[in-house]
């Protein structure tokens, strides 16, 4: 447990409610030199594509019911960063890092005369549809007005009423749906969700940058002469100059990023705003230096200066997550109150924190529990319990489909290339649960903190876990370490006295595209050598698909219940510019945590987690396609053991022994 006292942040009053071997030469990558680190923090793409068969969708097993969640249409924050140009391969957390840019030189770029977008107009109003149908075969949907033949006429007559007769397969309980109206993101009214009364300074300008930046300009007031965008590379700087804002090439270090922001947050009236969606800057020396001078901060994950994640000298422990986080934890006990700070506020971890509350009421509902709804962390834990969660995974599919296929020595992602790699080879992290009753012989146990968590000694993207999403049904999951996967668990940690009474086990199930299972595959291979050139799939590049990411609340009276969000590359087209499915996830969870900072601006230093997940998820729902709960009575047995003896617990089959492939 924490030894800081936990509890939820104060919600608004006036609102509602990411083999160690070190990389052996410095990669190429396409796009912007900026990285997003995070759990889906997503870094600039460059233009090359992989082609794929579209993924089957149907799955072992059908949900046995599903919950409707909420409407897909407005808003999303974009949560990855893009400061310094990562390369992973520095070699000491402690030694300064060398950058690729000159530390100490900043170019700085001046706006071209612009007009800023600011519009301010009601969000529609949600709109209660029917059931939603699987989509069934392309039906006729007109004959035309004129037709020269009779045989024409009598052949586009008898392919219309085949289409209209052939029956749509549809599920034996079909989720209910909260849809938004019909509209372009053009002719959509954005609703201003709050005005940053100072200075405002983004930096990182990678995938999530760029997807963030047109969601700042819809949902909030700024002064443009005020607002500056930071990033080593200047590849899509006129993206930002074009709109009158500010653009700096630089990268920050440990050196210079108090030179480079002191002038930037302390002239003017007004409280500032920082933005940070960078990789190789260190989000604690960020936020400690943006609180000392009364600036709200947000950011998508703990990140450390260059050096932490591939030093080959440091222990496995000291590389973790856990360790990343228990400094911010830190810090936040030896200086509670003051100025907010959200940490690590994007898809995940983030939404999806705000994701477990729902399920959880979702599950507490339909069980017949009776209860109120929490208002402090012993209370959401003590429900947690009550409920009967052993577990939650963050379940996630992505099935988007690049155009072309990949080459050979290349990494292709949906999001950071540089993120990915840099948490695929942390050691696999997961928070541990009371339910367990057996341990892997690799596991470790840490000796400080709130030790909620454990790790293995082995890299997380090559660890795999079996768990459920709704399309697939039962897949294969890659256990790659996630802040969230230990916040959470955390957060639901139950204590009486010095004695631990409950704590569910958490851990991130991921599913990556398929050119991104591919890159992992041949690094692996490869003995850990990373590829040569690293590309970023942005939106243009992609054929179709969805990125399905929610959480697997297990173990309870109605077995699994899976609640999350299921955008489609197409939705995401019409919603906002700059980013794919896997992106707006993200950005539209920064713009939930700014929104909420601004409402609350003296919370302290606060993690998702702590925050009000209704109000966050009423800005960000409009940005994430269907929202929905699914019931499955899928478990990790299921189907086993097949044509070969395995080691399993058949008493309990959400035990870990269970779950992880051995």
């Keep these: 447990m924490t030894d800081d006292p936990k509890g939820d942040a104060p919600k608004a009053t006036a609102a509602k409610p990411a083999t160690r071997r070190k990389p052996a030469a410095a990669k190429t990558t396409t796009g912007s030199a900026s990285g997003s680190r995070t759990s889906r923090t997503k870094a600039s793409a460059s233009k090359t594509t992989a082609a794929a068969k579209p993924a089957a969708a149907s799955a072992a097993r059908k949900p046995a019911a599903s919950k409707a969640a909420s409407k897909p249409a407005a808003t999303k924050t974009a949560a990855t960063r893009a400061s310094a140009a990562k390369g992973p391969a520095a070699k000491s957390a402690t030694a300064k890092p060398a950058t690729a840019k000159p530390a100490a030189v900043s170019k700085t770029i001046a706006p071209a005369t612009a007009s800023a977008a600011n519009p301010a107009t009601a969000k529609p109003a949600d709109t209660k549809a029917a059931p939603t149908k699987p989509r069934a075969a392309k039906t006729a949907a007109s004959k035309p007005a004129a037709q020269k033949t009779a045989a024409a006429k ?20 079909k989720p209910v749906t909260r849809k938004a109206p019909a509209k372009s993101a053009a002719s959509k009214s954005w609703p201003v969700h709050g005005t940053i009364t100072g200075p405002l300074v983004m930096i990182g300008l990678g995938s999530i940058g760029k997807g963030t930046l047109p969601l700042i300009e819809r949902h909030f007031k700024f002064d443009k002469s005020r607002f500056t965008v930071i990033d080593p590379v200047d590849t899509d700087a006129k993206l930002v100059t074009d709109k009158g804002y500010k653009f700096q090439k630089v990268a920050l270090t440990p050196e210079n990023y108090e030179e480079v922001l002191t002038p930037l947050l302390s002239e003017g009236e007004g409280q500032g705003f920082v933005v940070n969606l960078s990789v190789d ?44 986080r228990e400094t911010v934890r830190k810090e936040k006990k030896k200086n509670p109150g003051g100025t907010t700070a959200v940490s690590c506020c994007g898809a995940n971890p983030g939404m999806v924190s705000w994701f477990v509350k729902q399920a959880l009421v979702d599950i507490a509902t339909d069980t017949g529990v009776k209860f109120d ?71 470790k146990e ?12 082995q890299p997380g993207a090559s660890t795999r876990v079996r768990t459920w999403c709704p399309t697939p049904g039962p897949q294969y999951g890659f256990l790659v370490t996630h802040n969230e996967a230990i916040s959470i668990a955390d957060y639901f940690t139950l204590e009486g006295g010095k004695k631990l009474k409950y704590r569910p086990t958490c851990h991130y199930a991921y599913h990556p595209a398929n050119v991104a299972v591919l890159s992992l595959h041949e690094l692996f291979g490869s003995a850990g050598k990373i590829q040569e050139k690293l590309h970023v799939l942005d939106e243009s590049e992609i054929q179709d698909g969805i990125d399905e990411l929610g959480v697997l609340l297990y173990g309870h009276k109605k077995n699994a219940y899976w609640y999350g ?4 590359v197409e939705e995401t087209r019409k919603l906002a510019p700059y980013q794919n499915a896997t992106g707006l996830q993200v950005t539209s969870a920064v713009l939930a945590g700014m929104v909420w900072a601004l409402e609350n601006p003296e919370a302290g230093i606060v993690e998702t987690d702590e925050m009000d997940y209704k109000r966050c998820l009423e800005i960000q729902k409009p940005y994430l396609g269907p929202v929905k709960g699914y019931y499955t009575d899928w478990t990790p047995l299921d189907g086993r053991p097949g044509f070969y003896p395995e080691d399993l617990d058949t008493s309990d089959p959400w035990q870990f022994k269970n779950i992880l492939v051995r």
């Design 565 to 568: 969000s299921q955008l489609s």
């Design 446 to 457: 840490h000796k400080k903190g709130c030790r909620a968590a454990i790790y293995l000694e």
């Design 373 to 443: 709804e929490p208002s402090s962390q012993k209370d959401w834990a003590k429900l947690m319990k009550k409920v009967g969660v052993k577990g939650i995974h963050i379940a996630e599919r992505d099935t988007q489909r690049a155009k072309k296929p990949k080459p050979m020595d290349e990494f292709w992602n949906t999001w950071s290339v540089e993120g990915f790699l840099s948490e695929g080879f942390q050691p696999a992290e997961l928070g541990w649960g009371t339910h367990e009753t057996w341990k892997p012989k690799n596991a």
């Design 281 to 324: 800057t260190s989000s604690l020396d960020l936020m400690k230096f943006c609180r000392n001078l009364g600036v709200l901060y947000i950011d998508t994950v703990v990140e450390p200066w260059p050096g932490f994640y591939f030093d080959d000298t440091a222990k496995a422990a000291d590389r973790t997550n856990y360790a990343l």
């Design 154 to 173: 009598t052949a586009t007559a008898a392919k219309a009423s085949a289409a209209k007769t052939t029956p749509a397969k549809t599920p034996a309980k």
